[in-house]
């Protein structure tokens, strides 16, 4: 037979267990704050400066950096075409820096390591992989 320790830690688990399953099902139930809900989802995006209004410049000049994967290919041409013209509107400066090509992991990597020694305001990647700009990350 168990001794009375034994005894007590083992009801005191098959009571725990169900509690726990239990709270675990009612939390899953209640909203997630990074899911808001509400208004936000009924705007349609090129109403959200009309509702939320402009959005205001930033208070000093800042420099934003722009790791891409490469470009030699249009489409990150326009990406980074797309970020200089949008951060134009509020005078912030954008480096774009790129590796010769798309598989040049080292490259990109070291692109990103310099520039982050210029300390920007802010670091936008492209990565070529899920992992070669972990180390600046």
């Not at 899911?35 to 420099?63: C, M, N, Q, R, W």
């Not at 994967?69 to 326009?78: A, G, M, R, S, Y």
């Amino acid at each position: 037979m168990h001794s009375p320790l034994k005894r007590n830690v083992l009801l005191a688990a098959v009571l725990t267990v169900p509690f726990l399953c239990v709270t675990t099902l009612v939390r899953a139930e209640e909203p997630c704050s990074a899911y808001p809900t509400g208004t936000a989802e009924k705007i349609e995006s090129i109403d959200l400066e009309k509702t939320f209004g402009a959005v205001p410049g930033p208070k000093k000049s800042l420099h934003f950096a722009y790791v891409t994967k490469t470009l030699i290919n249009e489409f990150w041409q326009d990406v980074a075409a797309g970020i200089k013209n949008e951060a134009a509107k509020y005078n912030i400066r954008v480096d774009v820096q790129a590796p010769k090509d798309e598989s040049s992991l080292v490259e990109q990597l070291n692109l990103a390591q310099t520039i982050l020694s210029q300390k920007p305001d802010a670091l936008l990647l492209s990565p070529q992989s899920d992992s070669n700009l972990v180390p600046a990350i």
